[in-house]
Nanobody
């Protein structure tokens, strides 16, 4: 059974940093695309950043480029999202997701993935 468990959310001031973690079980880590999505109140869910280790594919949504970094630790089957220079508009519930399809990483990040975690709340105060 695929399981994704997010952690690391919280309250931070604008300009601050947070690191989100997504602990995964139940699948071969390298073969899946894994990503971070977010949904702010009243807005649609959007793909923030995604990665697939088997082909090195990565994707970043334009508004987070240069501020967020996605990485993975194979030994721990964990994906991280380092978020720096946070802005109030980054406030959202952040979800970890995974997908085994071979589609390009950007497409999976844009259209959504198959397996989802329950989310962790990130609040950035101004």
């Amino acid at each position: 059974e695929v399981q994704l468990v997010e952690s690391g959310g919280g309250l931070v001031q604008a300009g601050g940093s947070l690191r989100l973690s997504c602990a995964t079980t139940g699948f071969t880590f390298d073969d899946y695309a894994i990503g971070w999505f977010r949904q702010a109140p009243g807005k649609e869910r959007e793909g923030v950043s995604c990665i697939r280790r088997s082909d090195g594919g990565t994707y970043y949504e334009d508004s987070v480029k240069g501020r967020f970094t996605i990485s993975s630790d194979n030994a721990k089957n964990t994906v991280y999202l380092q978020m720096n220079s946070l802005k109030p508009e980054d406030t959202a519930v952040y979800y970890c997701a995974a997908d085994s399809r071979g589609s390009q990483v950007w497409a999976l990040c844009y259209y959504g993935m198959h397996y989802w975690g329950k989310g962790t709340l990130v609040t950035v105060s101004s």
